[in-house]
Structure formats: structure tokens, C-alpha cells
């Protein structure tokens, strides 16, 4: 079967940086996407990976490993806004996203 | 439009009752997508659309569920005699790349919320 797992909730605080992490088992591997989705909204579109290596973008990169089936989202210098819920995502081999449940960002003052 | 919409935003229905949700996708976007997603969980993929054509509805529960995109561009998803485990957030989502064979980036709408009383 195919599988997505990231932890449940995380905890951090204003200021600091924050790695979630993402592990994937998947019939196929078309490249990885993260979410940002705060309550209650849509989610929207934060990064792609389709090789290995780390992506920056601003305050948060995502890095990639195809032979780990592993990726992760660092989001540095942290505020509060970014307290939301992160999903994983990878696209298999029928170009189908396979989602993880999500990981809830707390962020503390 | 400058986003994908998507209607109504909250539907409450009594059980027995069809409901029809409707999605319209950002101008242009050929591929369209539903998903299901319950409180705390990621998107529940339910099927998607090239153009007119639904190409994978593998994830509609039952055949209760239907969904049609007469034109390439709004989508409807309709429900037969609701019950109440189809009360979730129903979600729409289109990408410029066609469905099945792209990488391109899916962008959400921002979802009907559906309760079944």
C-alpha cells in the first residue's frame, strides 16, 4: 500500500526554526509537495521536490531524498502566522497525489 | 477567475436529500480535481477531470456520488440520498498541466463545508 507519515503536531517557538519531517512509501515517485493549510482554509501551494537536495525559498526550504523516501520542510525565524497544519504530498506513478495527514505547527511567544 | 471558487460555502441538508457542489477552477486550468478532507486529515482524493473528461473516479465512495464537467471548465459534484457520514469538507482543485501525466501544481478552492443532519 502506499504511505505517507509526518508527525501529528509539533511545538516551537517565535524566533526559533522548526524541521517536519516526511516519509514516504509510494507505488512510484513523480516528486514531492508540501502545504501550508491554516484552519479553516484551502491549502496552498509552499514546495516541489523531484530531486535530491535542499530547495530554498525564503524562510523555508525543503530538502529530499529519493533513496530514503524521505523529505522534510524547515521554516526558519518563525512568527506567528505560520501556526498551521503542513501536509506532505507525493505524486506516484500514475501522476496521483498521495497525502499525509498533516503536521500541526504550534508556535509559542 | 484569479482563484479557484467554489459553492456554496456551507450547505447543511437533510438526510435522504441530493446536493450538487459546485467548482470553478482558475481560467485556463485543464485539469480539475475533488477531494474529501475530514477535520485533521490531508485531502481524500475522489476523481478529476481533463478537460470534459473524467479520467480516474477510482475515489468516489459509491455510486451515491457523481461529478461531471459538461464544459472543461465548472464542475459539479452531485449526492444522492445523503446520509450522514458524507458530512465533510468537500474540496475542488485545478492545475494547468493535464491530470495524469503532469507535475504542475494543484491550487485549492476553498471548499464547501457539508453537513448532513
Known amino acids: 500500500g502506499q504511505n505517507i507519515d509526518q508527525p501529528t503536531e509539533m511545538t516551537a517557538t517565535e524566533g526559533a526554526i522548526v524541521q517536519i519531517n516526511c516519509t514516504y512509501q509510494?507505488?512510484?515517485?513523480?516528486?514531492l509537495f508540501w502545504y501550508q493549510q491554516h484552519a479553516g482554509e484551502a491549502p496552498t501551494f509552499l514546495s516541489y521536490?523531484?530531486l535530491d537536495g535542499l530547495e530554498e525559498k525564503g524562510r523555508f526550504s525543503s530538502f529530499l531524498s529519493r533513496s530514503k523516501g524521505y523529505s522534510y520542510l524547515l521554516l526558519k525565524e518563525l512568527q506567528m502566522k505560520d501556526s498551521a497544519s503542513y501536509l506532505c504530498?507525493?505524486?506516484?506513478?500514475?501522476?496521483?497525489?498521495?497525502w499525509g495527514a498533516g503536521t500541526k505547527l504550534i508556535i509559542k511567544p | 477567475g484569479a482563484g479557484v471558487s467554489q459553492s456554496p460555502r456551507y450547505k447543511v441538508t437533510k438526510r435522504g436529500q441530493d446536493v450538487a457542489l459546485r467548482c470553478d477552477p482558475i481560467?485556463?486550468?485543464?485539469?480539475l480535481y475533488w477531494y474529501r478532507q475530514a477535520l485533521g486529515q490531508g485531502p481524500e482524493f475522489l476523481t478529476y477531470?481533463?478537460?470534459?473528461?473524467?479520467?480516474?473516479k477510482s475515489g468516489l465512495p459509491n455510486d451515491r456520488f457523481s461529478a461531471e464537467r459538461p464544459e472543461g471548465s465548472i464542475s459539479t459534484l452531485t449526492i444522492q440520498r445523503t446520509e450522514q457520514r458524507d458530512s465533510a469538507m468537500y474540496r475542488c482543485?485545478?492545475?494547468?498541466?493535464?491530470?495524469?501525466?503532469?507535475?504542475?501544481?494543484?491550487?485549492f478552492g476553498p471548499g464547501t463545508r457539508l453537513t448532513v443532519l
Open positions: 482543485a485545478s492545475s494547468s498541466g493535464l491530470a495524469g501525466d503532469s507535475t504542475d501544481t494543484q491550487y
Open positions: 481560467s485556463g486550468h485543464v485539469s
Open positions: 477531470f481533463n478537460y470534459e473528461a473524467q479520467q480516474d
Open positions: 509510494t507505488s512510484g515517485f513523480n516528486g
Open positions: 521536490n523531484v
Open positions: 504530498a507525493v505524486l506516484d506513478s500514475n501522476y496521483q497525489l498521495i
